[in-house]
C-alpha cells in the first residue's frame, strides 16, 4: 500500500454526546449456573461482570434515538437543529432501510427530509463516521451533524458458546458535532483505517445478505446464523499489526502518545484491554475501561467510551484522546481527537 501524506486536521468539535443501555442487567452468575461453572469464572475469563440485553421493545433505532435526545438535551438542541444523520452501527436492525432513517422516524423526524445514511466498518464505524461527518462540515455541507451508534449483539449470539454469549453487550451511544469555530482548538486531528480482507473469516455473520439464501438450505442457514468468532487468531492478528498502525496513526496526527490525556480503545476482550496497556505502558487512569460493567457493544462500543470519559472529566475541553480498536474485515482502526 503506498503511503499518503498526513491531511490536514479537521475543524470539527463534539459538543454533546447521550447514551441509552437496556433495562435489563445480565450478571455474569447467569452464565456461571448456565455452565455450572464456580461463581466467578465467566467474568475471569470475559472480563464483564454485567452487560444489558435488549427487549423485544427495545429496537436498535429506539435506543439510538434515546441516546440523541439525551445528547440534544445536553447541547439544549432540538430535533430540528441536525442537518444530517450518520448512523454507524455493527448490525443493521433490518435489511433495508439503512437503520440511519429507522433513528430518524423514532426521532420524529420522518416528514423532515433531514439527510439520513449508514456506514459500516463494523466496531470501527464510529472512527469512519467521525471522518465522514468531519470532512462534511468542514466543506460546509453541513452545519450539525448527528452519529449514531446502536447494537444489538445479543440478538445474534449462541447461548452455548461460552467465548461469545459472555461477552457482548447491547446499547447506543450518539454524538453531536459541528464545525470548530474561529478560536475553538478542537479538531479531528488524524484518523486512519487499515483493512486486511483475508481475516474476513476471523469474525463474521455469515447470513442476512444475500450469500446465504434461506430457501436454498433452511439448516445451514439457521447453523450459521450465530456470530463467529475464531478469538486467538484475531486476537494473534490484531496483537501483530496494531504497534507500526499506532505509530503511523500517532505521526500523521503530528502527537505522541505522551500528549494524549486519555486512550478510548474499543472494548473487544479483557485480553485485549490488558494487551493495550502492556504495549503502550499506560497507567490505568489513562486507558478507558467500561468493558467490566457494559460489555463489547459493536459498534456503540468505543463512542460508549468515549461518553465515559467526556462525563466523568477524564477528557477536558481541550484536551487530546486517542481513538484505538479492531473490528471485523480484519480491520485497525483509530483517530486522534483534541476535544
Known amino acids: 500500500m503506498s503511503q499518503l501524506p498526513a491531511p490536514a486536521a479537521l475543524p470539527l468539535r463534539i459538543i454533546a454526546s447521550g447514551a441509552c443501555l437496556p433495562r435489563l442487567r445480565v450478571p455474569s452468575q447467569h452464565f456461571d449456573q448456565r455452565w455450572n461453572k464456580p461463581d466467578g469464572w465467566v467474568e475471569r475469563h470475559s472480563g464483564v461482570a454485567s452487560r444489558g440485553h435488549a427487549a ?18 445536553q447541547a439544549g438542541l432540538a430535533t430540528t437543529d441536525i ?5 454507524a ?4 436492525e433490518q435489511a433495508i432501510p439503512c437503520q440511519a432513517v429507522l433513528v430518524q422516524r423514532a426521532l420524529g423526524l420522518g416528514d423532515s427530509g433531514v439527510p439520513s445514511f449508514d456506514v459500516n466498518a463494523t466496531c470501527l464505524g464510529f472512527v469512519v ?19 449514531v451508534c446502536s447494537d444489538i449483539p445479543s440478538a445474534g449470539l449462541d447461548p452455548d458458546d461460552p467465548l461469545t454469549a459472555p461477552l457482548f453487550g447491547d446499547g447506543a451511544v450518539a454524538m ?23 481475516g474476513a473469516e476471523l469474525c463474521q455473520v455469515p447470513t442476512c ?75 490505568p487512569q489513562r486507558l478507558v475501561r467500561i468493558l467490566r460493567e457494559h460489555g463489547n457493544q459493536l459498534a ?37 481527537l483534541r476535544y
Open 176 to 198: 453531536l458535532v459541528e464545525r470548530a469555530g474561529d478560536g475553538q482548538a478542537s479538531a479531528l486531528l488524524a484518523t486512519r483505517l487499515r483493512t486486511y480482507g483475508d
Open 129 to 147: 463516521a467521525l471522518e465522514m461527518a468531519g470532512s462534511l462540515l468542514a466543506l460546509g455541507r453541513y452545519r450539525r451533524v448527528l452519529i
Open 56 to 73: 423485544a421493545d427495545e429496537r436498535a433505532s429506539w435506543m439510538g434515538a434515546q441516546a440523541a435526545r439525551q445528547a440534544l438535551q
Open 89 to 92: 452501527c455493527g448490525v443493521m
Open 83 to 87: 442537518d444530517c444523520i450518520i448512523s
Open 300 to 336: 456503540a462500543s468505543l463512542p460508549m467510551a468515549l461518553h465515559h470519559a467526556l462525563i466523568d472529566g477524564r477528557l477536558p475541553r481541550g484536551g487530546q484522546a486517542l481513538l484505538i480498536g479492531t473490528g471485523a474485515g480484519l480491520a485497525l482502526g483509530g483517530a486522534v
Open 209 to 283: 445478505g444475500t450469500g446465504m439464501r434461506l430457501f436454498d438450505d433452511v439448516d445451514a442457514y439457521r447453523a450459521a446464523h450465530h456470530f463467529q468468532m475464531q478469538g486467538k487468531a484475531l486476537y494473534r492478528e490484531a496483537a501483530r499489526r496494531l504497534p507500526g498502525f499506532l505509530q503511523d496513526l500517532l505521526d500523521s496526527a503530528g502527537t505522541s502518545l505522551a500528549v494524549c490525556d486519555v486512550i478510548v480503545p474499543h472494548q473487544a476482550s479483557g485480553q485485549a484491554l490488558d494487551h493495550l496497556q502492556r504495549v503502550l505502558g499506560l497507567p
